[in-house]
């Protein structure tokens, strides 16, 4: 269909505004395209503003043919679907693709001539094997056939003449009798289609990964969500690119025992990029009780840990903003970004935390790790600023050439858990005060301060309100227990959790309670202690672990797992005994013999180990295990080599 010649009298109104045509840069063109440039633009000017072609022509010495000619190359669409403006002056530029207007030609291969067009005009008759080409490049579905992942062009030519034969092509048609059967005609028609179906398209070529890159860097402004400091925060999980060890005394000597890597756990402000609570898993993999811990961090005030590295101090005004800005304790950003890692959905961080905190939970789409950048750039940062300088680091990636003999290096130099706890909190403090140039030179802190202490502060700190007893605080798991006991056979009223017996001074001596449902609040982190509720809502009090479960702290998880060993046989105390040094000694018995077996391998006992001792605050028992070889020899001496026969014994000198 011919498309239809402008002229001012038709010319749409929207079209003949100049102002809003694509510019070009003149200076950027050798002088006599200049030359050109300026009269043909100096012709259509005149021409759309006196309507007279007569005088563009005389004033800019343009044919008036060449100025209507000009013109509707001008207001012709581009790709993009704007108009091509004065960049239609160029010669350069194509205003419209060239279209073939007789058949694709035949003949006698090498015989044949004229082939321009006709790829596509050959496209357009014979859309069954267009539409199988598409599905060729794209990758897309076909009955009977396995897509090939990032197909080469030599393999879709040598498919597309194969479609061409079976279409009942002949050797005297196009493209059969071309040279090269169009493989060049298919090279373009492969990049423009691409670049046409841009998320399918590099899906295909180039995987996965690389379309869902593509949803960032688009150019597209959008709606900002955050505005002010605390509007919106991440959280994010990352696994230490460094392995520390567990030191365990033995009979024979100090063990140092790998153990798996730790998980960082970090909550990060997103318009100061500060750091404003972490947590850090001594396990295989971060529970949500781990995301937990980090809300909590967020919400009380940071302290310094009692650094036991020597020499390994905060620097000057470092700390996280509960800490160091008083006005920030408390605070939680309106809306928190999470992924779709399985502890994300938990009911105590998807109900209860959000109860807790009102912030709005954001969850972003499988493997669309841009809508968390903030944090996922931040380990990068954070390991550099010093678990990557560590002896015992694994590297960023398998080829990284820093990764070398981790565990190795771990053991040799003893670096416990408790060194990289240390490290960590000191990591995390620093680079809260370390200033950036992405923040103007300021630190995260500053930049806190600056909105905080200015003229017109730019956002009121939101604190929570005080926890109740149906909304308690974060860690806390609310359950329904019946307090039993019987009175004709003197057993006082009392609660039981997780195979133990709580109770109170209150609780008993109130007999009538007993058959009675109350609501306990455990929290998990120390089992010694829970705070009971009547049914009606009043408060009956705190109620404490009888017998050794109430002396030292231990996780719900800790007390699971010795319950669990004993049910096994394999753990058992006497009336004296208290569970939570027994399983240490159950674990340390065990890690040590895995260190003597394994020496160079990660023990996930001592992992359980270090985890058991971080939560209790106990040291590190030492083993018991009998039979053990010294800790020195965690590999096998060589035996002495004898001497060769051929050599001559020697005649040692004695000296008188």
């Not at 929207?14 to 050798?30: I, M, N």
């Not at 960032?216 to 690119?241: C, E, F, Q």
């Not at 550099?384 to 015992?392: I, N």
Request: positive net charge.
């Amino acid at each position: 269909m011919k498309r239809e010649r402008y002229t001012r009298r038709n010319l749409p109104p929207e079209f003949a505004d100049t102002s809003r045509w694509r510019r070009v840069d003149v200076e950027a063109l050798p002088e006599e395209q200049q030359t050109r440039f300026c009269r043909l633009q100096l012709a259509i000017q005149t021409y759309l503003q006196s309507g007279s072609l007569k005088t563009a022509s005389a004033l800019s010495h343009v044919p008036k043919s060449s100025i209507l000619d000009q013109l509707n190359r001008c207001v012709s669409i581009a790709a993009d679907g704007q108009l091509w403006g004065w960049a239609g002056l160029l010669r350069s530029v194509p205003v419209k693709a060239y279209e073939r207007r007789i058949g694709v030609p035949r003949g006698a291969p090498g015989a044949a001539r004229g082939f321009a067009g006709a790829f596509s005009k050959f496209l357009e008759e014979h859309q069954a094997i267009r539409d199988e080409l598409d599905a060729i490049i794209l990758g897309n579905a076909r009955r009977g056939k396995i897509r090939e992942a990032g197909i080469s062009i030599k393999s879709v030519a040598k498919t597309f003449r194969e479609l061409c034969v079976t279409q009942g092509i002949h050797e005297d048609e196009y493209p059969l009798n071309s040279k090269s059967c169009g493989r060049k005609s298919i090279e373009r028609y492969m990049k423009n289609l691409v670049e046409e179906e841009l998320i399918a398209g590099t899906r295909a070529r180039y995987g996965d990964e690389a379309a869902r890159r593509l949803s960032i860097g688009t150019g597209m402004s959008r709606a900002p969500l955050n505005v002010a400091p605390y509007d919106a925060g991440g959280m994010d999980a990352h696994k230490i690119d460094c392995i520390g060890c567990v030191v365990i005394p033995g009979p024979a000597g100090h063990q140092s025992v790998a153990i798996d890597r730790l998980w960082l756990v970090v909550h990060v402000e997103e318009v100061s990029k500060a750091i404003i609570g972490y947590s850090v898993a001594i396990r295989k993999e971060p529970s949500s009780a781990t995301i937990e811990q980090t809300l909590i961090c967020t919400g009380e005030q940071w302290r310094p840990r009692a650094l036991s590295i020597p020499g390994l101090r905060y620097a000057e005004g470092s700390g996280l903003p509960s800490g160091v800005i008083p006005e920030l304790m408390g605070c939680f950003p309106a809306v928190i970004k999470l992924d779709n890692a399985a502890p994300h959905f938990a009911v105590r961080i998807a109900e209860n935390a959000r109860r807790r905190t009102g912030c709005v939970l954001a969850w972003g789409g499988i493997g669309r790790w841009e809508h968390n950048k903030v944090v996922e750039r931040l380990f990068r940062t954070l390991e550099s600023y010093g678990f990557h300088r560590l002896p015992s680091t694994t590297g960023s990636n398998p080829n990284d050439p820093l990764k070398a003999n981790a565990i190795e290096e771990a053991i040799e130099h003893a670096i416990t858990w408790e060194a990289l706890l240390d490290l960590t909190d000191v990591i995390v403090a620093e680079y809260n005060a370390t200033k950036s140039r992405g923040l103007g030179g300021r630190s995260p802190l500053e930049v806190l301060r600056d909105h905080l202490h200015a003229l017109e502060p730019s956002f009121l700190p939101r604190c929570l309100p005080p926890p109740t007893s149906s909304q308690p605080e974060l860690g806390i798991v609310v359950e329904t227990r019946t307090v039993r006991g019987n009175q004709s056979q003197g057993r006082r009223p009392y609660v039981e959790l997780d195979r133990c017996h709580y109770t109170s001074p209150l609780l008993a001596r109130s007999f009538g309670l007993i058959g009675t449902q109350i609501r306990v609040h455990v929290r998990e982190s120390d089992m010694r202690i829970v705070v009971a509720f009547f049914a009606s809502g009043g408060e009956l009090g705190t109620l404490r672990a009888q017998g050794a479960w109430g002396n030292i702290p231990h996780t719900r998880e800790m007390r699971k797992q010795i319950n669990a060993l004993c049910d096994a046989g394999e753990l058992c105390w006497g009336p004296g005994d208290d569970p939570v040094r027994k399983l240490l000694q159950y674990l340390a018995d065990k890690a040590y013999r895995d260190a003597q077996r394994r020496p160079r391998k990660i023990s996930r006992t001592a992992t359980q180990l270090a985890e058991a001792a971080h939560s209790s605050g106990l040291a590190v028992p030492a083993a018991s295990a009998p039979g053990l070889t010294p800790a020195t020899a965690q590999e096998p001496l060589p035996r002495p080599r004898p001497m060769p026969t051929t050599l001559k014994k020697p005649t040692w000198k004695s000296v008188t």
